[in-house]
């Protein structure tokens, strides 16, 4: 027959368990596309105007 366990040890392994939901929940959420991938074309290339007039 198992032995019983105190409930301060649930308790104890129900927090941990939360904070590993609460851990693996946050990692889960910033592991998205970085900000660059939804940045107007603008922001990441310089326009064609001055690509055209560098050469001289």
Known sequence: ???RTRAAERYARAVAAALAA?????????????????APAH?????AEELASSDG
């Open 22 to 38: 609460v851990a693996c929940l946050l990692l889960a959420a910033n592991a998205g596309p970085t900000d660059s991938a939804h």
């Open 43 to 47: 922001e990441i290339a310089p326009p």
């Open 1 to 3: 027959m198992p032995v």
